[in-house]
């Protein structure tokens, strides 16, 4: 059974820091694409960074660009997501999900992991 658990999360102020971390049991990432995306009340969920298997590729959503990093540990089975200079427009619940390159584009996977909350205060 394939599970993963972000962690992370938490309450920060405008201009500050966080770092999520994303664990995966079950599968083995090092073949896969991983993804983090963002939901907040009465928005549909976004992308917001994905790395590819070997990291060879990245994306990152246009709102997060410059920002936030996305990064793999494939040895640890574990996905991370750096997020520096915190906006109030950042805060949502963040989740981690698994799959092919193209469908985690596309936000489709059909392992999302419960996700963890993530609120900046101005």
């Known amino acids: 059974q394939v599970q993963l658990v972000e962690s992370g999360g938490g309450s920060v102020q405008a201009g500050d820091s966080l770092r999520l971390s994303c664990t995966v049991s079950g599968r083995t990432i090092r073949t896969y694409t991983m993804g983090w995306f963002r939901q907040s009340p009465g928005k549909d969920r976004e992308l917001v960074a994905a790395t590819s298997r070997s990291a060879a590729m990245t994306d990152y959503g246009d709102s997060v660009k410059g920002r936030f990093a996305i990064s793999r540990d494939d040895a640890k089975n574990a996905v991370y997501l750096q997020m520096n200079s915190l906006k109030p427009e950042d805060t949502a619940v963040y989740y981690c999900?698994?799959?092919?390159?193209?469908?985690?584009?596309?936000?489709?996977?059909?392992?999302w992991g419960p996700g963890t909350q993530v609120t900046v205060f101005s």
């Open positions: 999900a698994i799959g092919n390159y193209a469908d985690i584009l596309r936000g489709v996977s059909n392992y």
